[in-house]
């Protein structure tokens, strides 16, 4: 594979070959990816008169409040974003959180080259009524070989809300079972359901944390409470929320402080459950993220999740571990749940983003009885499993979760050094792999940060009130996490 000279440039670049102002390198991302040496920014802000003139289009047709630049996917490579403006981002935010394997690498790119994967791309079923006749084995060979130990059942969606949205079904299908056995369903249960009242429509609750986020859709958007913007007007559930651990760092300085964190908000687990069964909305569930991740990055010890377990398993409520946004491997793990050596298998696993597609692990438990109880009509899509099948076999090939914890390590240690040396700025670097955050004096410094680092070629994205979260792809390396720091540290040098 040759690389890229200057008189190879795509077309929007020749202004940089004929003015000379630098020489863009290509350099080979392990054995089949070019990208570039190094960010390349030419706008004097981001985004640039390109972006911006994409923007106002959009925006006689759509809301355009969150977009921060237009992204041009067709020279995106690796680690490295493209915008419309010529810049050449590092990506550490990677869509949040949603691109393994970054950017067009060549592995995924031939998988359409075959006219049996292009038929199943286009040809898109309703998987829950005429699933395609290879669909049992690529569930079984593809998403049951990453099933997380104990779970031996899966239901596929569409995203992470309705991931989310759907167990909280499946749980509560599951609490009715317990409680009525095997007796049919009453006639007053089928004819109170279609009016929204009990006992059809039973009185139960989901537990949640605060500064989680499960989604957007109504009922993930109860067990969601990192930001008040995604819920202001929006009617919710009455539903419990605990308080999540709010741990003093560094973490080994801090031990006995932050244990008797965890067991303040087990406490409190505990507390709503008995406060919920006497107010006659038992709690049949338990929704918490491994690392709360739109919420700040906020973490909890390997303890607190082995009791809270423990906490499930006394009141006969469900514990489901929320992966949408950690699982995957940036936490150095396939699932981050494996940091915490639980007793047993959670009892729901939901999964989105970089496994491509939606949906939930499970056991025989939580398989509703009944046909189309947990049912839509994609159920998830048969083109993103083509995708995750070779992105498992890159991963595994190219051992990237050894490759995340060598960079995670070096990105990690860097920000540390980066805190000592910007004790006024920075604080309390924490997470797993290349999951990582590091906390900002105040929101106005956490948001000056990251758009100073963006203007300096390395896009992040914030998390919380004050938190700069970094969230790069699988195949991001050491010396990427270098760049990362040398920038980082230009920038806070700045202030």
Known sequence: MRFFGLNMLPKAHTHIRKCNIFQLNFVKQY??????????????????????????????????????????????????????????????????????????????????????????????????????????????????????????????????????ENAFKSIFIWYQNKLRGSTAFTAEEMNSCMINMPPGAPNLSILSFKGAFHGRTLGALSTTHSKYIHKIDVPSFDWPIASFPQYKYPLEENIAENKKEDERCLGEVQSLIDLYNTKGKPVAGVIVEPIQSEGGDNEASPEFFRALQK??????????????QTGGGSTGKFWCHEHFNLEFPPDV?????????????????????????????????????ILLEEILKVIN???????????????????????????????????????????????????????????????????????????????????????????????????
């Open 397 to 495: 090939e190219e051992k990237l979760l050894e490759n995340v914890n060598l960079a995670g390590k070096v990105l990690k240690d860097g920000l540390i050094n980066l805190e000592k040396e910007f004790p006024h700025l920075l604080n309390s670097t924490r997470g797993r792999g290349t999951f990582l955050a590091v906390n900002c004096c105040n929101t106005k410094v956490r948001d000056l940060l990251v758009n100073t680092l963006k203007l300096h070629g390395v896009q992040t994205g914030g998390c919380g009130e004050i938190s700069i979260r970094f969230r790069p792809a699988l195949i991001f390396r050491e010396h990427h996490a270098n760049i990362v720091l040398d920038r980082f540290r230009t920038v806070l040098k700045t202030l």
């Open 31 to 164: 054995s089949t990816t070019l990208e570039p040496k190094e960010p390349v920014v030419l706008s004097k802000t981001i985004p640039g008169p390109k972006s911006t003139d994409l923007k106002t289009q959009l925006g006689a047709v759509q809301s355009t409040g969150t977009v921060q630049f237009f992204a041009d996917y067709e020279k995106s490579t690796g680690n490295y974003i493209f915008d419309v403006d010529g810049n050449i981002l590092l990506d550490v935010y990677t869509q949040i959180s949603s691109v393994p394997l970054g950017y067009n690498h060549p592995r995924l790119l031939n998988l359409f080259k075959d006219d049996k994967n292009i038929k199943t791309l286009i040809n898109r079923p309703a998987l829950g009524v005429f699933p395609g006749k290879e669909w049992p084995e690529k569930l079984q060979s593809i998403l049951m070989n990453i099933a997380p130990k104990g779970l031996n059942k899966i239901t596929t969606m569409m995203c992470g809300s309705c991931s989310n």
């Open 311 to 324: 906490i499930c398993k006394k009141n006969g409520a469900a514990l489901l571990i929320d992966e949408v």
């Open 349 to 385: 696993v939901t999964f989105s983003k970089k496994l491509q597609l939606g949906g939930y692990f499970h056991s025989d438990d939580f398989v509703p009885k009944e046909p189309y109880r947990i049912f839509n009509t994609w159920m998830g899509d048969p083109g993103k499993i």
